[in-house]
């Protein structure tokens, strides 16, 4: 063998593995996240060291960020799009930003009703909106379903926040799915008669309404509850400890529930690195890490949510499949409208 050409063959050797490594070095995913940068980028971080893979977080309101990926169409840089609540990411399919995902490790993790039913968009975590209660003013026994809310014992009882959210959107498209749109419209009409004040604010606020006497009820999500119970603001926390859950419609269809979901986008770039991240959301130990941080409900079976969560006790929830509440989103909007819910 000529020993001359050896250093050649060492250093083209030694250009192609800095090559590869160069390439591997390269691969990336970027994410458009309604999510808060603090209450995901750990969790991003942990997948970065795991896989080599860099992820690029642009954090945003989660409607904002939708109509950015619809006006950016085929030339968006986003790979991933995480937001709240099944209607946006039913709308968000319906703008076909989306592109279904094949996965068995998704499909194995998630229940069939947290996930579209073509594979667009997969549930991360679950949230839940019950009744918060004054403890002092109610007591749990004289509290039992959604739809007894508008008995005329809560006149001038409740509060809540405006029709523009989309979490009351979803609550008003899950009782078109389960009572139909005539008994909808009946239940909203009397519901609106019983607020305490015109909707306003967030959820945050209709607790500290309670506190403060305003209202004796309210329905919010829960993990706003929690996050206030947890809070270093003071006024805060001595507010959330006025007030308890109370799980509605126990004895039927369970308590109204929605999701935080993610979907690959339809301009994605980087599919493969995409899939291999929301695989990794739904592993056990990301789970745990995600619903704790958010202070929301684990979506893969069989994981313990956190100690503040349990300390609220277990509940029935809702199985109706949440493409139902994209599907009725339309109608919910009108419904509230007609019934003057502002």
């Known amino acids: 063998m000529n020993t001359n050409i050896l250093p050649k063959i060492y250093s083209t050797i030694a250009l192609g593995m800095l090559l590869l490594a160069a390439v591997a070095s390269a691969a990336e995913v970027n994410i458009y996240s309604a999510r808060k940068e603090d209450l995901i980028k750990p969790i991003l971080e942990k997948f970065e060291q795991d896989t080599d893979i860099k992820v690029n977080l642009i954090t945003g309101k989660a409607d904002a960020l939708l109509q950015r990926l619809i006006s950016e169409g085929k030339n968006s840089p986003a790979d991933i799009l995480i937001t709240t609540d099944a209607g946006r990411l039913y709308r968000a399919k319906n703008a076909k930003v989306l592109q279904k995902i094949d996965s068995e490790t998704l499909t194995i993790s998630i229940p069939e009703q947290y996930r579209d039913p073509e594979g667009y968009w997969f549930g991360l975590t679950l949230r839940a909106r019950p009744i918060v209660y004054a403890t002092d003013r109610v007591q749990p026994d004289q509290l039992s379903t959604y739809e007894a809310l508008v008995n005329l014992k809560w006149k001038q009882k409740i509060c809540i926040r405006s029709s523009d959210n989309i979490y009351n959107q979803s609550l008003v498209a899950s ?43 309210a329905l919010v999500n829960n993990y706003y509850l929690g996050n206030m119970l947890t809070s270093k603001n003071e006024s805060e926390a001595e507010a959330a400890k006025k007030v308890k859950i109370f799980w509605p419609n126990q004895k039927d269809r369970g308590t109204h529930v929605n999701i935080s979901g993610a979907a690959i986008t339809a301009s994605s770039k980087n599919k493969e690195a995409a899939l291999q991240l929301l695989e990794f959301l739904v592993s056990d130990a990301a789970q745990q890490w995600y619903a704790e941080k958010n202070l929301e409900y684990p979506i893969k079976p069989g ?13 029935k929830a809702d199985s109706l499949n949440l493409h139902h509440l994209g599907e009725h989103n339309a109608q919910a909007v009108m419904i509230m409208d007609r019934a003057k819910w502002k």
Request: glycine share 8%; hydrophobic share 40%.
């Open 303 to 315: 994981i313990q949510p956190s100690e503040i969560l349990q300390s609220w006790g277990e509940f």
């Open 175 to 217: 009782l078109i799915a389960q009572l139909g749109e005539e008994d909808t419209f009946k239940w909203t009409e009397s519901f609106v008669k019983n607020f305490a004040r015109p909707p306003q604010g967030g959820d945050r606020d209709q607790i500290k309404a309670i506190a403060a006497g305003q209202c004796d009820i």
